[in-house]
């Protein structure tokens, strides 16, 4: 098998998680699929290394798992900032800028 | 890639062009159950499943971490991802998103469609482009991973990458600084007083006294169990809404009812009994 098959699975789950967040009305929903996103880029960057024979690959995977842990804190807080005024986790409402 | 250069034909003599059998095996079951994970995550309807789904294509991916020689990103993938992330994210849905089912109406007329569309056009270009690059060596981690994957991804990270590891120390900071803000509420009011709170009570009128107790007196005092009125039907202000919205209330008002038209049979049968008793008492005393 060539490591390149890990490449056309990150490009798939990448697909999926685009569909995700074009369809799906939670905002919590559509945020698990930006993650889903930045995992498949992961597993990318993570073959990428292996392809290269370096650890740069690896060093972008951990910098993104460190920016993506510190948008799920903010995000998740909009959200629960949201829903408070809102009751409602739906993006449709949430159509304006204020509330 | 110039062969003739000395550097890359040592490269390409370590190079490899395939896989051990047993990696391939683990990648064609495991990338199954990944985009099995995915797809769920995307397509079920609660929240909480999709979370779970997407808990496990994560362990999938740092399985796949480690099959590639990232062997410290595996371990972090499992703890900060798998387990922090995803925690907070099921934390945030049990706060939210439990009651609040996805509605499956379309606001905007066929976006369902020119999403599906988009995607497939997208994903057909990005496998294309994968495709059209034509990798067939490739240098293995061996060697980068030779002095250990954690003391050379350290080495990189404190050398050559030091500027983006402080200001991603900037960024965690600023992050939770601000989570901190969002979810922070000022008091715009003084507190009311009790006598206030029961002056309002009064004006509105709408539940005066406290709400009733659940439970049956003297014979259950579950909080899933509504408390019956006089008439013996069950009242709905004795149980929490939320079980009333989960469908988890037990009634045993038929329960108490049951109980009450046998105790009367046993005690009709006794009497019946000591009637029948006393006649034959009677007809012997003749």
Request: charged share 15%; hydrophobic share 50%; with cysteine.
């Amino acid at each position: 098998m060539n490591p390149v098959n890990y490449l056309y699975l990150a490009a798939l789950l990448f697909t999926i998680g685009a569909a995700g967040v074009l369809i799906r009305r939670n905002a919590i929903v559509i945020f698990m699929c930006v993650e889903l996103m930045l995992n498949a880029c992961n597993l990318a960057f993570v073959t990428f290394s292996r392809l290269h024979g370096n650890l740069d690959g690896q060093i972008i995977a951990f910098f993104t798992m460190v920016v993506a842990a510190a948008e799920v804190v903010v995000g998740l807080a909009i959200i629960v900032t949201i829903f408070r005024s809102r009751h409602s986790a739906s993006v449709d409402d949430a159509g304006l800028l204020k509330l | 890639m110039n062969a003739s250069s000395p550097v890359v034909s040592s490269l390409a003599a370590s190079a490899a062009s395939t896989t051990s059998t047993g990696e391939a095996v683990q990648f064609w079951i495991l990338a199954v159950v990944a985009v099995l994970g995915a797809l769920g995550a995307v397509f079920m309807r609660q929240a909480v499943h999709s979370a779970l789904s997407l808990a496990g294509t994560m362990i999938v991916l740092a399985v796949f971490y480690l099959a590639n020689g990232a062997y410290f990103l595996g371990v972090v993938q499992i703890v900060v991802y798998t387990g922090a992330i995803m925690m907070l994210f099921l934390f945030v849905v049990m706060l939210v998103g439990v009651t609040a089912a996805d509605s499956l109406k379309e606001t905007i007329k066929g976006q369902r469609w020119l999403a599906a569309l988009c995607v497939l056009g997208f994903g057909t270009l990005l496998m294309a482009g994968i495709a059209n690059a034509s990798l067939k060596e490739w240098n293995g981690i061996g060697r980068a991973n030779a002095g250990g994957n954690v003391e050379g991804l350290a080495a990189l990270l404190f050398t050559k990458y030091v500027f983006a590891f402080e200001i991603t120390g900037a960024l965690l900071i600023t992050a939770a600084v601000g989570a901190m803000v969002l979810t922070h509420r000022e008091r715009t009011e003084r507190a009311a007083t009790q006598r206030e709170l029961a002056e309002r009570r009064i004006r509105e009128g709408k539940q005066i006294t406290p709400l009733p107790a659940p439970g049956v007196y003297a014979r259950h005092n579950a909080v899933d169990i509504p408390g019956l009125l006089p008439d013996g039907t069950t009242s709905d202000l004795t149980v929490s809404p939320t079980l009333r919205a989960r469908g988890q209330v037990r009634d045993v008002s038929g329960e108490a009812l049951d109980d009450l038209a046998a105790l009367e049979q046993r005690s009709g049968d006794w009497q019946e009994r000591g009637r029948s008793e006393d006649a034959g008492a009677k007809g012997a005393g003749k």
